[in-house]
């Protein structure tokens, strides 16, 4: 190739990307609330759940034309850090906190009514996420308590929460924990599968093949420490998934922030890093194209190459992104809610 042809096929890439980037964009929606989210659940095209600070919930059944807004009532002063929708009536709640504040909801009633399920009795205990198979079958989990990370499963949609016997989960690296940043330091796959990253002491994921009864641990090459390790985790089938996170407090700093697995979690190497820290990823399934969607607070950005490179969307800040085929939705500070806007 020509030096001058090397520069058109450049420019022609450039091209390109600004293209994808005009088309892919986020369309605000009115929440109804400046409270802070940090959780949301797309259920479908038309059906979507988002939660957050100080005891709210919301919802959108018409594809976020109009969302309810709402809190749960006793709850004013918990945050919901995550949310699990199963259809446009039923949802669950995951509040965060040390001892009792560590809480999970349900919802029959399209959020009319909620009902605790679950209130963590340990001290030290401090939950950060919970996620489905299916409507039974759950699994959420608490940062270690002596020595090790607390989970707990549901086979009948959270009647019952029983705790894994802690022999069955590898022992926690000191100083190590997980980040409650985005609902999505704990993801599902398939009917078995499970993932949960960490970080302080250590960034590693965990990864269970028998719903979440027994589990082993993956060493990353992300960075980590007291503010640093993976917020999020993201799975398009049993082998081939990807992790997020970096700094909290270096929100546009660029790092070791992007790990890659094509072995169910068993082994992960470096991808290209983003431009900044992100809290959530998820991919994006438009008929056989995938795309892998990050955000954080100081913007989000895509990749159509499965994180061989990244392109910026735009600098608004989200701290959570969820996808189900190719409806998507990003929630933030202040009420903030935004709907994918694709090609």
Known sequence: MTKRAGLCFLCLLWVLSFAFAAAFSWSPQMSGTQ??????????????????????????????????????????????????????????????????????????????????????????????????????????????????????????????????????????????????????????????????GTGGGAARVFRTEDAGMTWKVAPTPVINGAAAGIFSVAFRDSMNGVAVGGDYQKEKESSANFVITNDGGQTWRLGSPLPGFRSAVSYLRDGERWTLVACGPSGSDYSLDGGRTWVPIDSTGYHALHFTGAAGFAVGDAGRIAKWIGQ
Do not use: C, M
Not at 59 to 77: I, L
Not at 138 to 155: E, L
């Open 35 to 196: 409270s802070r989210f940090r959780g949301v659940s797309v259920v479908s095209d038309r059906v979507v759940w988002a939660s957050g600070a100080n005891g709210t919930f919301a919802r959108t059944t018409d594809g976020g034309e109009h969302w309810q807004s709402a809190v749960v009532p006793g709850a004013e002063k918990l945050d919901f850090r995550d949310v699990h929708g199963v259809d446009a009536n039923i949802a669950y709640l995951l509040s965060i906190g040390e001892g009792e504040s560590s809480r999970i909801y349900k919802t029959s009633d399209a959020g009319r009514t909620w009902t605790l399920q679950f209130q963590n009795l340990k001290p030290k205990g401090f939950f950060d996420g919970i996620a489905f198979w299916n409507p039974n079958n759950g699994v959420a989990f608490s940062d270690p308590v002596d020595g090790k990370f607390i989970i707990i499963r549901t086979t009948d949609g959270g009647a019952h929460w029983t705790e894994v016997p802690p022999a069955n989960i590898p022992p926690a690296i000191d100083g190590e924990a997980a980040f409650a940043a985005s609902g999505t330091s704990i993801v599902v796959q398939g009917n078995r599968n499970g993932w949960i």
